[in-house]
């Protein structure tokens, strides 16, 4: 068969013929860089100034264009992309549209599948607690495959912005506060997305956000500046992104707020040096959301024109609903203000995007043939809800279990009480893409399916989310409102109490919606929000078992409800399958083995909080605090620190042995434990190992995660867990930026969180 004729049989139904043209590789046909170079090389030799500029536009659907302009824009070929559109006929005229234009370049489309597509998964906070990469893998990989059969060809995501503030809105999207597990997380999910290969109908192109450093806004509110010495970022705050790129991303998002004083859109350092020159980038750079025009509002361009400028010659290829480039360039370049050099490279890693992603062999790959269209687009044969189920109940992590509270019988009577309780739409999380909340199941609706007729369930919302009325028109004004019950919140707590007397135990299921855990909602506090704090309490003095089950996308100051409570279920907003996830672990059919990835402060004045801090020259000490760097009104030390969950077993861990104390650069060291499960029922935990350099020419933190393992253990069993670590476990950034491990003593910690800790010490020669 001929490759035209093989391509037709592709493509289907729609428009070979304006598409033929351009065919060079058969699907499945190896890309060779030769041939793609040769191929852009020539296709660019015949594009036009306008035409080349088109491609660096990336068109959002909604407010940003009416449709019918989008198609005309396409047809000049004036548009490179567009994102927001999951529907297939959509996607499909927008292609034929492209196919009649001059070049018939294929367009492109992205959407922000984060945690999920059409099946939502846990918020990726929510999947950083597993520290588990297969679940990771799964996530991402089914992610992919209903993306792409909605003719997605590119997700903004991983998104790998560690922050150490919980009062950033935008925690929940990342994966936590730690470099090591956030980059294992970034690499592992770069692959997921991406597939065997980016050109296979059910991968997606990555493209990691948002760099640089974005999660370290100045008091946790969003867009915020970012001012930070080179060794942190180096160290601490740029990994993730490079191990996404070195997983393979074909693209990067630059982030909206400014590094240093310069914004990361105009960075030259940032996009040039760091990115291209000293990591070896070669893929396409995505601008954030209108981000061109914002570098007026820095304050480092004086309009629209300079903005436009700034930002090509810092190396940002495709703009992003902002008008700047399409405006502005034609000029620019005609004034000789901008060369078509640079120009041209831009275009050069857009064209390489949409090669990379098969598009311009198949322009349908993703989009299919009509005929093949799903009757109904929300079809549940469409989900993946066991996936997703599995996924969501490693996530859970079990704070407390006083008395053994967890897990519950399915008998009696239980009260399921709580302004998210019987929400759907908050158990998708913030970025659910396509989810649907119809198809999403709430915590009582679980809960229910897991007892049938064993237990009877009563049911009181006992009080709104929050009563801030300052709150809830600003989170108004976001995409879903917040159901707010008009009766006095008295009343609603005096009906959730009737409801506890009646029953054997309450499920509180209490927190945050999910538009507090979202972009632009960053918070003064760190408490649960509103009433729901009474309800707490006057649930508590029942003297009912109280279960606290939290449903928020930010660590939270529990201090308080730790002491009410018997049991504590971090439950993060679990997704589609939630509710069935959550009931697993609330009536043991799953032992919970989830770990947090982010510190849990007592309160809010503790942010930044993190394990990995500096010791300084007057560390806190629990039982000697005069004069030593710590807060007064109460402990200095977090409320449940990074790594923490329990199981309804136990676990312990041997002392370390080491294959040997004294290591040479070329040596590998061995450390070893025992690890047992001492309780009653099968489970899994998570070892973790943690370093310290003890005497370093710069101050080095307390610990830093360098590798972890899960393990399953039955009950009794004892298993042996080793790691071995390289010279290249002990380098760091020194104050001249060189990256090496510096000989002398280090300590060595094995634990099961970052607090509870075996140590021993050894020596790199
Ligand atoms: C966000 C990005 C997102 C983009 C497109 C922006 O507001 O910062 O994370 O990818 O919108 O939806």
């Known amino acids: 068969m001929n490759k035209l004729c093989f391509l037709s049989l592709v493509i289907g139904l729609v428009s070979q013929s304006a598409w033929a043209e351009n065919a060079t590789t058969g699907v499945g046909t190896p890309s060779t860089l030769q041939a793609k170079n040769a191929f852009i090389a020539n296709l660019m030799k015949q594009m036009t100034l306008d035409e080349k500029i088109g491609q660096l536009r990336l068109i959002s659907i909604g407010p940003e264009m009416p449709k019918p302009e989008i198609l005309k824009e396409i047809t000049a070929g004036r548009i490179g992309g567009t994102f927001n559109s999951v529907v297939l006929p959509d996607n499909r005229a927008m292609q034929d549209a492209a196919g009649h234009s001059r070049n018939k370049i294929p367009m492109f489309f992205a959407y922000d599948v984060v945690h999920g597509q059409r099946t939502v998964f846990p918020i990726s906070l929510g ?72 050109q296979a109908p059910n991968s997606i192109m990555a493209v990691v956000k948002h760099f640089a450093l974005y999660g370290a806004v100045e008091g946790g509110r969003d867009y915020n500046t970012v001012d930070m010495s080179p060794v942190r970022m180096q160290q601490d705050y740029l990994p993730p992104y490079r ?27 940032l996009l040039q040096d760091v990115l291209r020159r000293d990591w070896g980038f070669k893929g396409v750079t995505v601008s954030d959301h209108g981000a061109i025009k914002e570098l007026i509002d820095h304050g ?38 901008v060369s078509v050099k640079e120009v041209d490279n831009a275009v050069r890693e857009v064209l390489g995007a949409k090669w990379e992603m098969g598009l311009f062999a198949n322009p349908y790959l993703r989009i299919g043939a009509a005929v093949d269209d799903p009757a109904d687009r929300n079809a549940e044969n469409r989900l993946h809800r066991a996936e997703a189920r599995d996924v969501a109940r490693k996530s859970v992590v079990l704070l407390k279990n006083q008395n053994d509270t967890l897990p519950l019988k399915k008998q009696g009577t239980i009260a399921v009480i709580g302004p998210l309780a019987k929400s759907s739409m908050d158990m998708m999380g913030s970025w659910s893409a396509a989810g649907l909340a119809r198809q999403t199941v709430n915590a009582y ?114 201090g308080e409800e730790n002491e009410l409570a018997d049991a504590m279920v971090e439950s993060w907003f679990l997704g589609t399958e939630g ?69 309804y077993t136990q676990f312990s861990v041997s002392d370390i042995t080491l294959s040997i104390n004294k290591m040479t650069r070329k040596d590998k ?12 029922v099968a489970g899994e935990t998570v070892v973790q190992l943690y370093l310290r350099d003890v005497a370093a020419s710069i101050s080095r933190p307390v610990k830093e995660l360098k590798n972890f393992q899960k393990v399953m253990l039955k009950s009794g069993e004892e298993k042996s867990v080793s790691f071995t670590l390289t010279e290249e476990d002990l380098k760091f950034f020194n104050p001249s930026l060189k990256y090496a491990a510096e000989a002398g003593e280090f300590k060595l910690m094995i634990g099961l969180d970052s607090e509870n800790v075996k140590e021993t010490t050894f020596n790199l020669l």
Do not use: C
């Open 669 to 680: 060291l061995t450390a070893s434990v025992m690890v047992k499960n001492t309780g009653k």
């Open 300 to 337: 480092v361009a004086k309009d629209f024109r300079e903005a436009a400028k700034l930002a090509i010659k810092a190396g940002v290829d495709l703009s992003m609903n902002d008008k700047a480039y399409g405006e502005e360039l034609p000029d620019l370049v005609k004034s000789g203000e």
């Open 243 to 269: 191990a996404s790129i070195d997983a393979g991303a074909g693209g990067v998002m630059i982030a909206l707020n400014s590094i240093n004083g310069v914004p990361s859109t105009s960075n030259a350092w």
């Open 445 to 558: 609706d679980g809960i229910a399916a897991a007892v049938g007729d064993k237990a009877k369930l009563v049911y009181a919302l006992g009080s709104n989310i929050t009563d801030n009325q300052h709150a809830i028109t600003y989170l108004n004004k976001m995409d879903d409102q917040i159901a707010i019950d008009p009766r006095p919140e008295q009343e609603m707590i005096d009906e959730a109490v009737k409801a506890a007397q009646q029953a054997d135990v309450v499920v509180a299921v209490v927190g945050e919606s999910r538009n507090m855990s979202h972009e632009a909602a960053s918070r003064v506090d760190l408490v649960i929000p509103g009433r729901q704090r009474d309800l707490i309490r006057a649930l508590k003095a029942t003297g009912k078992p109280l279960v606290l089950v939290l449903m928020n996308g930010r660590p939270l100051a529990l």
């Open 127 to 198: 999947l950083a607690s597993t520290w588990d990469m297969n679940a990771i893998t799964r996530t991402g990989r089914v992610s992919a495959i209903e993306a792409a059969a909605d003719g997605v060809d590119m997700t903004f995501a991983p998104m790998v912005d560690i922050t150490r503030d919980a009062r950033w809105g935008r925690s929940s999207e990342g994966f936590g506060e730690d470099t090591y597990l956030v980059s294992r997380i970034s690499a592992t999910m770069t692959r997921a997305f991406q597939g065997t290969s980016m």
């Open 579 to 647: 509710g069935n996830a959550l009931a697993d672990v609330l009536f043991g059919d799953y032992n919970p083995s989830g770990k947090l990835p982010m510190t849990f402060p007592r309160s809010v004045g503790q942010v930044p909080a993190y394990y990995n801090h500096l010791n300084t020259g007057r560390p806190y000490r629990p039982n000697d605090s005069n004069y030593t760097s710590n807060y007064f009104e109460e402990p200095t030390s977090p409320l449940f620190p990074f790594g923490y969950g329990l199981s």
